[in-house]
């Protein structure tokens, strides 16, 4: 069973910054965040490929960063410049090249407030 493991999400203040982690089991092909706030529809934040390419929603482009160390099968992002808008559960995605091959993680809660 192939798992992905997150974590990183917490309180902050606006401004500040976080990096969320997410641990796959196998070498996944790409890997990546959605989230999704309360009322809202789910969305995707950022993703990124084996290879190393990346695409980020606009609304969070020169803010946040993704990155991934193929050796631990371990996805990052970094969120800098964090605002309220942010507010959300943050869901690990992965997929194979297959569609229909998708996993995700258990959610992580990343809450902006002063």
């Known amino acids: 069973q192939v798992q992905l493991v997150e974590s990183g999400g917490g309180l902050v203040q606006p401004g500040g910054s976080l990096r969320l982690s997410c641990a796959a089991s196998?070498?996944?092909?790409?890997m990546g965040w959605y989230r999704q706030a309360p009322g809202k529809q789910r969305e995707l934040v950022a993703g990124i490929t084996v290879d190393g390419s990346t695409n980020y929603a606009d609304s969070v482009k020169g803010r946040f960063s993704i990155s991934r160390d193929n050796a631990k099968k371990t996805a990052y992002l970094r969120m800098n410049s964090l605002q309220p808008e942010d507010t959300a559960v943050y869901y690990c995605?992965?997929?194979?090249?297959?569609?229909?091959?998708?996993?995700w993680g258990q959610g992580t809660q990343v809450t902006v407030s002063s």
């Open positions: 196998i070498s996944i092909y790409t």
């Open positions: 995605n992965a997929r194979q090249r297959l569609p229909g091959t998708q996993y």
